[in-house]
């Protein structure tokens, strides 16, 4: 018998205890031993909810208790979930989490704690939502160095965007509609202003580099200033705007960001619209690969967590290795990137073409339908750094500008 403990039953606890429930059979077969739900924690009671007799207020009870070999983590927050975590893997208890917090901020530690104690600290729910991509990457990918990681890793703004360009919708109706379909939480700043993918592709920077990167020392800009005017110019140019989460390594240096970026048919995450999810993936000998999929919503995610547990359940006593030091690198300014970008002015191209090619180089103009009283261009790729210093000359002109991918 596999006993399993749920510590939190909101949204991903309950699908948790949904999945478990419906796949039995399934999951037991696959562990090769019966998988039990023991106890549940919350705060709450659930009087209506068969759930109410597994049901502990306590966390003692699940500590205490050696009969517990699995928990599964789906509280939200950095504490007390870090506390009860850290006392799961110090009892000899593996444990499945999609506490994205938790992991980009102690993620280090307790890997280090549950290696020394023989156990698995699984966190696959916690970057892809249902999507299987750390797994690959420790498993699968394992023969390959991995440069590079590109994501739409928020099916929320996600979502908002393919509105905006599909249906001509402005960030406020988007964002009222994502709230209304339960996509978007009332205080939507987690999601719209990146943050959420932020830890993500910190976790994912981590892997990847094998140190501790801070989702604090990424920089992060959500989509909160993207407007009608901006989808109009990208669908004039072929293009469509995707929040993205992105990590590379190059010349033993490590970059991330998180921002809109315009991206090209070509592109591989283009097509990727509404509430999904997608990671694409660069190897030095696999080349390109791209994961695909739910990237949120309860049952997805518990299924993520789910996959975790099966994993653990069937390394008992073994460590599966997934590691990273706490040794903290930081990635290299935004500034040293280079890039191309679009640029949206106020007034002709005409009064301003001699100005702009002195300054930025050869550049292409655009002109989008619709839109008066402003002009789009596209400069050279340069590092962000030097296009600042040129687009402070332009400060009351410029109405916005959006990386390329």
Not at 345 to 362: N, P, V
Request: aromatic fraction near 8%; glycine fraction near 10%.
């Amino acid at each position: 018998m596999v006993n399993i403990a749920i510590l939190g039953y909101g949204t991903v606890g309950s699908g948790v205890a949904e999945v478990i429930r419906t796949n039995r059979e399934l999951i037991s077969r696959r562990i090769g031993d019966e998988v039990r739900i023991k106890y549940v924690l919350d705060l709450r009671d659930f009087p209506d909810d068969p759930v109410q007799q597994i049901l502990t207020h306590d966390f003692e009870d699940i500590i205490s208790d050696d009969e517990v070999q699995i928990v599964a983590e789906v509280m939200g927050g950095v504490e007390p979930a870090y506390t009860f975590v850290r006392r799961c893997l110090e009892a000899g208890k593996s444990v499945a989490t999609s506490n994205k917090a938790l992991v980009a901020e102690h993620g280090a530690n307790l890997l280090a704690i549950a290696r020394e104690k023989k156990v698995n600290f699984l966190f696959e729910a916690s970057v892809g939502g249902g999507i299987p991509i750390l797994r690959p990457l420790h498993s699968s990918l394992t023969g390959d160095e991995i440069d590079e990681i590109t994501g739409i890793l928020n099916g929320t703004t996600n979502y908002m965007m393919t509105r905006m360009f599909c249906e001509g919708a402005d960030y406020a109706s988007a964002l009222r509609e994502a709230q209304d379909r339960g996509y978007a939480e009332r205080s939507p700043e987690a999601d719209v202003e990146g943050y959420d993918a932020c830890r993500k592709i910190a976790i994912l920077a981590s892997l990847i580099s094998g140190y501790q990167v801070d989702f604090e020392d990424i920089y992060c800009e959500g989509i909160s200033k993207i407007t009608a005017e901006d989808m109009k110019h990208a669908k004039a140019m072929g293009m469509t705007i995707k929040l993205l989460a992105a990590c590379r390594k190059q010349d033993g240096k490590l970059s991330a960001i998180v921002a809109p970026c315009l991206l090209g048919e070509e592109h591989p995450l283009f097509h990727v619209n509404g509430v999904f999810n997608a990671v694409f993936v660069h190897g030095n000998m696999l080349g390109d690969a791209m994961f695909y999929g739910s990237g949120a919503g309860k049952l997805p995610t518990a299924s993520a967590v789910v996959g975790d547990i099966v994993e653990e359940a069937r390394n008992f006593g073994r460590n599966l290795g997934v590691t990273w030091s706490p040794e903290k690198i930081t990635p290299e300014s935004k500034e040293c990137a280079s890039r191309r970008f679009f640029v949206r002015m106020r007034g002709e191209f005409s009064e301003w073409k001699e100005r702009l090619e002195k300054d930025f180089g050869r550049i292409d103009a655009v002109k989008a339908d619709g839109v008066l009283g402003e002009f789009g261009f596209i400069t050279e790729e340069m590092q962000e750094g030097l296009y600042g210093q040129i687009a402070s000359k332009y400060e009351q002109e410029i109405l916005a500008m959006i990386r390329m991918a």
